[in-house]
């Protein structure tokens, strides 16, 4: 066997996770060690492991200071929490509990990275051998996982919420199907992958979904060479979801429809669906012999598994998102950029659709061609169709950007190395420029600059420099220097811009009614009809709430929103939201003194 056959992913992967590493500490470590956080969900998560290590129970998943005295239970595993505070616990002692905080939000995400890079690797090399290039194809999938944003902000200094390790658990997913045709423990891996990633987060269920999905279709072509991994897979999933149940749900709780995390419905699910992967993996030979045979009993038994899953549960059909009511959903859903959906970005932000899009639907072109020639290779299609379901999510949210373009890393490996083989054995203009071109667009980092590129020439300077200015003015009400300015008011409850809420918890004592999830709907929608409303109908809001004050920041994009969709019969300008913005302050709040800041805080007049 030859070199480029063997490879050397170990180097590969190292560098790359050297590149990557050092690209982001550069770019996001100054703010990780202020604990600046330019995405909420790791303010929170900050907070939930500061509550762990203070005595909350591992059952009790309500954050107590939003939207009290009631608080709302959270939908996030509390494993991660686990492994995050264990270490914070062992180092507070010796360097104290800030330098530990900072360290683990260092060390973490970056050792994430290097379990993503060697799966990325490792998947992009099987890829590449196909073609007598694995070493090559593992090198480019080095260089381009790298740079591979929005994927590889998820493993920035800092980043503590859970979306690293999804991907981390979707590309270990994807490696182990690529070898379960002939290892029992790989293919269990598989399964229990599959089973963790959604015991983790909702954003785990279509990972469930393509791996039953592809291991399914597999079998069905090819029985005899993928029915023993089909088994295992589904035994790794149904004793996953089973082991999973128990150790993140209170018992109480175990019969509860949950649609946004671990409950009845995910164990459930992954029950259901390892136990038809098990059956259809250990079909008896007089019903599995034909291709219409094995058709028609995954119809049967997907079939009755689906309808069981629906009787069942409903409620959840609809996804984690079904339970919000219309207000709720358009009035606070349509502000949370990540819920936005691909096609809304092409006519507001172009930028953003390269960035998040480029590197994914180009990865979704080489994986076409690379399947073209290699339609018989059945582990080839495992890795697509992580690609295809996760660019399905993208095109609904684009919160599904990072995963897609995880997955399109080892195709556009594979895209970018064919290139250069080809132009290396027959140079000439087309093919050099064929091959830059095709190195180019399976970089993630290149569509973001031509995006970035693209917006300044299509918008006037005067919006573009507008946009500039807000985007810097809404930033700074975010940041610890800001926050901490709210510990001079004396402690209570604060009726505040939702955007603004996690980092009060994290930066003070105060309690929030808002903050950015959806099962705080009482104290979101609070804020919403006291925003979007006139002074005195705002004042009825506000008292007849717990809060102490009214918490804004007139740069946030909150400030507009609420005032551009006023109450029935409001005129805009006369809503709160755009009084406060304007600062004119209405006379049953009084402005409190917290020196140089950004924000603006009022004490109620009850």
């Excluded at 066997?1 to 770019?27: D, H």
């Excluded at 686990?82 to 060390?107: D, K, R, S, T, Y």
């Excluded at 429809?257 to 459930?268: K, L, R």
């Excluded at 809503?575 to 805080?601: C, F, H, K, N, Y």
């Amino acid at each position: 066997m030859s070199p480029a056959q063997i490879g050397n992913g170990r180097i590969a992967w190292l560098a790359g996770w050297s590149l990557a590493a050092l690209i982001l500490v550069a770019g996001f470590g100054p703010a990780a060690i202020s604990q600046d956080f330019a995405e909420p969900d790791n303010a929170m998560r900050l907070v939930r492991i500061r509550d762990m290590l203070g005595g909350q129970g591992w059952f009790d998943s309500v954050q107590q200071r939003l939207n009290p005295p009631d608080g709302t239970p959270m939908h996030w595993a509390q494993w991660i929490d686990a492994l995050l505070a264990a270490p914070i616990a062992l180092l507070a002692p010796m360097i104290g509990q800030a330098n530990a905080e900072i360290a683990v939000a260092f060390a973490w995400p970056l050792a994430l990275l290097g379990a993503f890079m060697f799966l990325a690797v490792r998947v992009a090399g099987e890829i590449g051998a196909r073609e007598g290039l694995r070493r090559e194809a593992e090198w480019a999938a080095a260089i381009l996982a790298a740079l591979a944003f929005p994927a590889t902000e998820k493993f920035a200094p800092g980043a503590l919420d859970h979306h690293n390790v999804e991907i981390v658990l979707g590309m270990l997913a994807v490696f182990c199907m690529m070898h379960m045709k002939t290892s029992r423990p790989v293919a269990i891996g598989a399964g229990v992958a599959l089973g963790l990633a959604m015991a983790t987060a909702a954003e785990g269920v279509p990972l469930v979904v393509a791996g039953l999905g592809v291991a399914g279709a597999l079998w069905l072509l090819r029985p005899a060479e993928y029915a023993f991994g089909l088994r295992w897979l589904g035994v790794g999933l149904a004793a996953t979801s089973a082991v999973m149940l128990p150790v993140l749900v209170p018992p109480s709780a175990w019969t509860q429809s949950v649609c946004d995390a671990m409950g009845a419905p995910f164990a459930a699910f992954g029950l259901v669906g390892g136990g038809i992967a098990i059956a259809l993996g250990a079909l008896p030979v007089r019903l599995g012999d034909s291709l219409v045979g094995r058709g028609a009993s995954a119809s049967v038994l997907g079939g009755a598994g689906i309808a069981a899953l629906y009787a069942l549960f409903p409620q959840c059909a609809g996804g984690g998102y079904a339970a919000l009511g219309e207000d709720m959903s358009t009035l606070w859903m349509t502000q949370i950029s990540e819920a936005r959906s691909l096609l809304s970005l092409a006519g507001s932000d172009v930028a953003l659709m390269f960035a998040v899009a480029g590197a994914a639907l180009a990865g979704l072109v080489a994986a076409g061609f690379c399947m073209r020639r290699h339609a018989q290779w059945g582990e080839g299609w495992i890795p697509l169709a992580f690609l295809v379901v996760s660019i399905a999510i993208m095109a609904w949210q684009i919160r599904g950007a990072a995963f897609a373009t995880a997955f399109a890393v080892p195709f556009g490996a594979w895209a970018v190395v064919v290139a250069r083989r080809d132009y290396r054995a027959r140079a000439s203009a087309i093919r050099a420029l064929a091959f830059v071109g095709i190195a180019a667009g399976s970089t993630a980092a290149a569509w973001a600059s031509a995006g970035d590129a693209l917006q300044s020439s299509i918008t006037p300077r005067a919006a573009m420099a507008s946009f500039e200015g807000r985007s810097a003015g809404s930033k700074s009400c975010a940041t610890p220097e800001a926050l901490r300015t709210l510990r001079a008011v004396p402690t209570g409850v604060m009726l505040n811009q939702f955007a603004l809420g996690a980092g009060v918890l994290v930066w003070t004592d105060h309690s929030v009614l808002a903050a950015p999830y959806h099962r705080d709907v009482d104290g979101t929608m609070t804020v919403i009809a006291a925003m979007r409303t006139s002074s005195e109908q705002a004042r009825d809001i506000a008292v007849r709430s717990v809060a102490d004050y009214v918490l804004v920041c007139p740069a946030t994009p909150e400030t507009a929103f609420y005032a551009r969709n006023a109450a029935d019969g409001v005129v805009p300008d006369q809503t709160l939201s755009a009084m406060l913005g304007r600062g004119d302050v209405p006379q049953w709040l009084e402005p409190v003194d917290i020196g140089p800041s950004p924000l603006r805080v009022y004490r109620i007049k009850r």
